[in-house]
């Protein structure tokens, strides 16, 4: 039985991992409480080595995710970058031996292709204040601290995964004839559940260094579409649209344009020997029309 410190166990993936993980011996921490007996709620940074003693992994899922709005550096820094490093500081001294920190794709920026070898060049405070962490992190690895760096696409699934997927969704529902038809595109993602293995994997066969995990199937925004439009009690529509049209629609909002049109081919490192991805894009979206 692993002996398990979940920091940041309120966030969305923490609570799949932790419900997968109930044979486990589990501490958890968190700011906020959800009433669990293994629970303790406090400020993170006043976590000690005496808290992380007892536990064989540390595995921080706590952060400050990429939010347009939100344009304050110094709380992106203090939580995406100063906290994993205080954390990794504590556990490293209190003689844990894994480490594992949930980091992002975001690091690598705006790129249509992405595996463990290319630069990292992240164009948005959030992409900087994880890769920063990163580095760091990675720094602190010797032969009795190893560190495990996350770095999935977009997760879904779960019932009510946040994020772009369902916002797409819920805006497919209205009804809006959308411009995706012919759009042949490809861009992978993981289902929370498949990332849950993953990381299950990771722990018991430690696995360490920057590990990418994906669906290991990646899918056109028209196949989304179709997806919504199968599992949906609301009107679906895509229509499609002449090459002038997408040039209209790039020029006026390139990011959105790149994450509806553009291609993000996501190598997996985890090879098929230990990791088979369980659960489809169909099922996610399923589930999280359900959920809504």
């Known amino acids: 039985m692993n002996k398990l410190s979940i920091i940041g166990s309120d966030s969305f993936i923490a609570t799949k991992f932790i419900e997968s993980n109930s044979k486990n011996d589990l501490k958890l921490f968190s700011i906020k409480s959800?009433?669990?007996s293994n629970e303790i709620v406090k400020d993170l940074f006043t976590i000690t080595e005496d808290d992380l003693k007892d536990s064989d992994t540390v595995i921080n899922f706590a952060a400050i995710v990429h939010q347009p709005k939100l344009k304050d550096e110094k709380l992106y820094k203090r939580v995406n970058t100063e906290l994993?490093?205080?954390l990794a500081k504590q556990a490293k001294q209190a003689g844990i031996k894994h480490f594992i920190q949930i980091s992002?794709?975001?690091?690598?920026?705006?790129?249509?292709?992405?595996?463990?070898n290319i630069p990292e060049k992240p164009i948005n405070i959030y992409g900087k204040s994880k890769l920063e962490a990163d580095k760091i992190l990675l720094s602190m690895?010797?032969?009795s601290f190893k560190v495990s760096i996350i770095r999935p696409p977009m997760v879904y699934g779960g019932g009510k995964a946040p994020g772009n997927l369902?916002?797409?969704?819920?805006?497919?529902q209205k009804g809006i004839p959308l411009p995706f038809k012919n759009v042949k595109n490809k861009r992978d993602f993981i289902h929370v559940w498949n990332l849950v293995k993953a990381l299950n994997l990771i722990v018991e066969n430690?696995?360490?260094d920057i590990i990418i995990p994906t669906d290991k199937n990646p899918v056109s925004t028209e196949e989304i579409i179709e997806l919504i439009k199968?599992?949906?009690?609301?009107?679906?529509?895509q229509i499609a649209i002449p090459n002038f049209g997408h040039l209209i629609i790039k020029k006026a909002v390139p990011s959105i344009y790149e994450?509806?049109?553009g291609d993000l081919i996501v190598k997996c490192n985890l090879s098929d020997d230990i990791y088979q991805p369980k659960y489809s894009i169909e099922e996610g979206i399923k589930e999280m029309i359900e959920n809504l």
């Not at 794709?105 to 595996?115: F, L, P, Q």
């Not at 199968?230 to 529509?237: D, E, P």
């Open 166 to 172: 369902q916002s797409l969704i819920k805006f497919a």
């Open 206 to 208: 430690g696995i360490y």
């Open 259 to 261: 994450k509806v049109f």
């Open 34 to 36: 959800s009433a669990k």
């Open 141 to 143: 690895q010797d032969d």
């Open 104 to 116: 992002t794709i975001a690091v690598y920026g705006n790129i249509t292709s992405i595996n463990e």
């Open 84 to 86: 994993p490093i205080y």
């Open 230 to 237: 199968k599992y949906s009690s609301k009107k679906v529509r």
